[in-house]
């Protein structure tokens, strides 16, 4: 009967796969279905069956394009990508640059999950996908906190807007909240992670052209994998995410390993943003991520949903 059903899903990827073929237009809803038999298929098969599915993308990727009708149909992918908050992005002098990726570092309730939570939300307020990995939350209790932001993340999720790779269920051995979250069934099999990744990503790309990226977290593999390893996974997962114009925000959190580590790990990325407890208050400080109006930390006022920030010098500081 398994074998039948298997069967059965891959007739159904070739024929979405002709489709795709057949038609651009099509191209973008196409790509949607084709991804949840692919995940269903993967899942659902044996491991050499992933085979068949990797010739299948294959032929769709390197397929002809559908003759021209003469209408552009072309994706404008903006320059910069807000963080979702606007004083985080009046430092950044206008956002992120598309394609960037960045750390968010600091210890527990300093403010890097309210800009984490609002990246999200930013996301879905614009109608740009965003996928969420998750090795530390189960997606319940992350939707949540998104809805304070948007609230209708049960129909992003249900359009395919909002996507989740869980890493976490399986790790505390229940099911995963969402009927629609991919989920992965070792932290270390990075290699499962990395293709469902590609999977939902290229479909995120031929649906609006670029999207945001939020891992959570990156802690969980730094205590995981061994250094070498560690550094050639988010290498490869980084160019990937660059190729495709994906933003992306990567947490870890603050005071758990040595500087080395953690500036291993910054030295991949496009730059950071570090927050920090002193006291009764917050701060947060950027390095990296081309220009910024200031360098130095900068005082955080919290409320629920997110933070302002104090003031800081207008010289721009490259």
């Known amino acids: 009967m398994e074998q039948d059903k298997n069967r059965e899903l891959l007739i159904a990827i070739r024929a979405i796969a002709e489709e795709i073929r057949k038609s651009n237009e099509a191209l973008a809803g196409s790509v949607g279905k084709l991804q949840k038999l692919v995940e269903q298929f993967v899942s659902n098969g044996p491991r050499r069956q992933q085979d068949q599915i990797s ?112 890493i976490y269920s399986r790790t505390i051995q229940k099911q995963t909240s ?5 989920v992965i069934d070792n932290i270390s099999n990075v290699s499962s992670m990395m293709k469902n990744v590609d999977s939902i990503t290229a479909g995120m790309v031929a649906r609006k052209g670029y999207y945001r990226l939020l891992f959570s977290s990156l802690t969980s593999y730094i205590t995981e994998l ?32 040595d500087q080395k580590t953690i500036e291993g790990v910054a030295y991949t990325m496009d730059g950071s943003i570090d927050f920090k407890n002193d006291g009764s208050k917050l701060f947060l400080k950027v390095s990296g991520l081309g220009s910024a109006r200031s360098r130095d930390w900068v005082e955080i006022f919290m409320s629920e949903t997110s933070f302002d920030l104090g003031s800081f010098t207008l010289e721009k500081i490259r």
Not at 131 to 149: A, F, M, P, Y
Not at 229 to 251: D, M, S, V
């Open 55 to 166: 010739r299948i993308i294959a032929e769709v990727e390197n397929a002809p394009p559908a003759p021209d009708d003469g209408e552009d149909k072309s994706v404008e992918v903006p320059k910069r990508i807000s963080t979702g908050n606007e004083k985080v992005d009046e430092l950044l002098i206008g956002g992120l640059q598309t394609g960037a990726n960045c750390l968010l570092i600091g210890p527990p309730f300093s403010g890097k999950y309210i800009l984490a939570w609002n990246f999200v939300g930013e996301s879905l307020k614009e109608g740009v996908p965003v996928l969420i990995i998750t090795t530390d939350r189960d997606i319940k209790d992350i939707k949540t906190e998104i809805s304070k932001i948007y609230p209708d993340t049960e129909k992003a999720e249900e359009d395919g807007l909002l996507r989740f790779v869980d």
């Open 178 to 182: 969402s009927k629609y979250a991919v």
């Open 226 to 257: 061994d250094e070498k390893l560690l550094l050639k996974f988010i290498q490869q997962f980084i160019q990937k995410r660059r190729g495709e114009n994906g933003t992306a925000f990567y947490l870890i959190e603050g005071g758990l390993f």
